[in-house]
T-cell receptor, first 114, second 114 residues
């Protein structure tokens, strides 16, 4: 069975500081991992994904994520936060053993304080 | 290059009425997914369709809900005899197919049942 945990409902960070949004996962096969961002009253926007290869994945808007197989984690990071990064962030996993759908975490609300 | 389109953006129905939600995938995408998002929760998978076929409906309630993706025209999510618990945001996503390809999401339809 697939599952995703985002242990923090809310993350606050000062503008210009590095940010981390945590995600851990559980799948039976190889994990395909995704990060999406949701702005108020909007759909989800794709940020980045890990399928295979380098553990550090770079994505849109300066975000990156590191796949850690031993810790079953895929934390989202950015070196310097912007106020415009304030939004709801979702981690999602797909079981590479043939699952059709994405399984989403409950989301982390990021607030960047000016 | 139009993204995933959904209409209507907002839909109000009274208990017992029918709701029809439409989704046009991105150009070139033949795989469509429907998700439901309750307030302050992540997205929950409902159904996965390819043209004229339902591939996986494991997340769909057994009664009152149905989905189709005809050869011509948009995908339709249909909810018959709506109840207050059906109030949610319904998101459609499309992809090229394959477990490793990201899904692109529409802006969602917010259904309110009075």
């Amino acid at each position: 069975a697939q599952s995703v945990a985002q242990p923090e409902d809310q993350v606050n960070v000062a503008e210009g500081n590095p940010l981390t949004v945590k995600c851990t996962y559980s799948v039976s096969g190889n994990p395909y991992l995704f990060w999406y961002v949701q702005y108020p009253n909007r759909g989800l926007q794709f940020l980045l994904k890990y399928i295979t290869g380098d553990n550090l994945v770079k994505g849109s808007y300066g975000f990156e994520a590191e796949f850690n197989k031993s810790q079953t984690s895929f934390h989202l990071k950015k070196p310097s936060a912007l106020v415009s990064d304030s939004a709801l962030y979702f981690c999602a996993v797909r079981d590479g053993a043939g699952a059709n759908n994405l399984f989403f975490g409950t989301g982390t609300r990021l607030t960047v304080i000016p | 290059n139009a993204g995933v389109m959904q209409n209507p953006r907002h839909l109000v129905r009274r208990r017992g009425q029918e709701a029809r939600l439409r989704c046009s995938p991105m150009k070139g995408h033949s795989h469509v997914y429907w998700y439901r998002q309750l307030p302050e929760e992540g997205l929950k998978f409902m159904v996965y369709l390819q043209k004229e076929n339902i591939i996986d409906e494991s997340g769909m309630p057994k009664e009152r809900f149905s989905a189709e993706f005809p050869k011509e025209g948009p995908s339709i999510l249909r909810i018959q005899q709506v109840v207050r618990g059906d109030s949610a945001a319904y998101f459609c996503a499309s992809s090229l197919g394959g477990s490793y390809n990201e899904q692109f999401f529409g802006p969602g339809t917010r259904l309110t049942v009075l």
